[in-house]
Nanobody, 127 residues
Framework: QVQFVESGGGLVQPGGSLRLSCAASGFRMDHSAIGWFRQAPGKEHEGVSCFSISDGSTYYADSVKGRFTISRDNAKNTVYLQMNSLKPEDTAVYYC????????????????????WGKGTLVTVSS
């Protein structure tokens, strides 16, 4: 059973930074991808950034390129999303997710097919 421990959400002013953490366990990692998605009120899930464990490739949505960075601590089995230069439009519930057989790009572009989801953490960007 895949389990998630997400943390790091909160309230931040525009231009500020936050780092989200996701400790995921209970799955075979060989061909997996792990990533962050977000859902703003009234909108669909959006793939923000995904990481392919098999080849280390990453994917970023155009809206966050140059501002967000995904990284992984293998020893802690934790994935991070460093979010800089935050904008009000980044406000959403952010979810950590795992897909057992996927690439980073495929996972982020097809959220409806993602297999396992965390409970989410709220990020609010407001002055």
């Amino acid at each position: 059973q895949v389990q998630f421990v997400e943390s790091g959400g909160g309230l931040v002013q525009p231009g500020g930074s936050l780092r989200l953490s996701c400790a995921a366990s209970g799955f075979r990692m060989d061909h997996s991808a792990i990533g962050w998605f977000r859902q703003a009120p009234g909108k669909e899930h959006e793939g923000v950034s995904c990481f392919s464990i098999s080849d280390g490739s990453t994917y970023y949505a155009d809206s966050v390129k140059g501002r967000f960075t995904i990284s992984r601590d293998n020893a802690k089995n934790t994935v991070y999303l460093q979010m800089n230069s935050l904008k009000p439009e980044d406000t959403a519930v952010y979810y950590c997710a795992v897909d057992l057989w996927s690439t980073a790009q495929a996972m982020c572009l097809r959220p409806s097919l993602v297999e396992y989801w965390g409970k989410g953490t709220l990020v609010t960007v407001s002055s």
